[in-house]
């Protein structure tokens, strides 16, 4: 009992945290707290072959496949916090605070009775048992699961297979699409240019500039563009700027010897990312 | 070691994954929910295998982990199709047959 009373806490925990967490990928793994707890309260419980299914199946497969797909989907794609239907989800936790009110009162005022315990059931093993069961008297429930799981993975393929619609291009259509381009639109044909490479910054996410100053949009990833995490060169350069007056703010007072020496790197600095 | 505790857990474990299921907007979370009740049905199946004193529950069990995979497998198919074409995982997206 110590067991539950240990991990119930962090399940009902663990619960709710997938109903306000924003991302998918938390929830994931929110839910695989969960499956993994689930388990030990299975073996627990005097089943151990579950505990080994949970773990391997649930926590193994299961999420896995959820986490690829969150992955493919995309990390980003959080909830919409517009309601479709006005009210829905003030009413929708109102009806399950009663109905998990009701059920559980239901359960508080019903008596189990004596717990006839698993050491009878579990005498040649656990795992004898449940085969000895399913292939007897749940013999047509084991063969239709197959059919199921067959079906399941012929579907799965199906639904996420994409029929291609054009031919794919070679090599040579590629080398003549790059120069109908450069001849139409005067696209540059070559490699696009390297991200920025300043004094304080040379990531990926500081786009290069142009001999007149502008920054090359060309230069930073697309995909760091549409997430809004690129950097502009005005914004290190102010960055550099802030940066120098907090620290001739700051040392003004207390060590007046330092205070000249990082602000006129800083201002190289300043200098360069302009 | 008394059993109560168990289904009690496993109702409440029950109801946050309904409420999940009716709050939530991302088509995978909601997927998530949905396990979620089907684990709580699980670990209550198991505790009355324990207080039956057989294996029939826990045979159960292994059916429902059995049709949960499947269901997974085909619904984040589905998921995925639906993305590949609208490119939004949400479930107020698919709403083309309501125009």
């Known amino acids: ?10 399940m009902v925990l663990a619960a709710l945290g997938i109903l306000v967490v924003r991302k998918a990928v938390h929830a994931a793994l929110l839910l695989a707290v969960v499956m993994v707890s689930l ?6 419980q005097d089943a151990p072959f579950l505990f080994a299914v949970q773990i391997i199946v649930y926590t193994g497969a299961i999420l896995m496949l959820f986490l690829f797909v969150v992955m493919l989907v995309g990390v980003d794609a959080s909830d919409s916090l517009v309601e479709t239907i006005r009210g829905q989800r003030a009413l929708a936790l109102v009806i399950g605070l009663l109905f998990g009110v009701t059920v559980v009162i239901g359960i508080a005022q019903v008596s189990v ?5 698993m050491d009878t059931a579990n005498a040649d093993g656990n795992v004898q048992g449940l085969a000895e069961l399913l292939f007897t008297s749940y013999v047509f429930a084991f063969e239709a699961t197959s059919a ?4 399941a993975a012929v579907g799965a393929m199906v639904l ?3 029929e291609r619609l054009v031919p794919k291009p070679s090599q040579t259509d590629l ?9 139409e639109h005067g696209r540059h ?3 696009l240019p390297n991200p920025g490479v300043y004094a304080r910054h040379n990531a990926v996410d500081t786009p290069a500039l142009l001999p007149d100053g502008t920054p090359a949009e060309s230069s930073v990833s697309r995909v760091l563009s549409a997430r809004g995490t690129v950097k502009t060169a005005p914004e290190v350069a102010d960055d550099v700027v802030a940066l120098v007056e907090r620290d001739n703010h700051s040392t003004a007072g207390a060590r007046p010897t330092r205070a000249a020496s990082p602000a006129s790197s800083d201002d190289t600095d300043g200098e360069e990312v302009r | 070691m008394e059993a109560e505790p168990f289904i009690v857990l496993s109702a409440i474990l029950f109801t946050i994954g309904g409420v999940g299921v009716l709050t939530r907007r991302n088509a995978i979370v909601v997927f998530m929910c949905v396990e979620l009740m089907l684990n709580a049905c699980n670990l209550a199946l198991v505790t009355f295998a324990r207080v039956h004193g057989n294996l029939d529950g826990q045979v159960a069990a292994f059916f429902v982990m059995v049709v949960a995979a499947a269901e997974v497998v085909v619904g984040l198919a589905i998921i995925m199709t639906i993305f590949r074409t609208r490119r939004s995982a949400s479930v107020d997206d698919a709403s ?4």
């Open chain 1, 148 to 151: 199921l799981l067959i079906t």
């Open chain 1, 189 to 191: 044909p070559g490699p």
């Open chain 1, 160 to 162: 996420a297979h994409r």
């Open chain 2, 96 to 99: 083309l047959l309501k125009y």
């Open chain 1, 1 to 10: 009992m110590t067991a539950f009373w240990i991990l119930a806490p962090i």
């Open chain 1, 39 to 44: 388990a030990i309260l299975y073996l627990v």
């Open chain 1, 113 to 117: 009775g004596a717990i006839a315990g």
């Open chain 1, 175 to 183: 080398a003549k699409k790059r120069m109908r381009d450069y001849a």
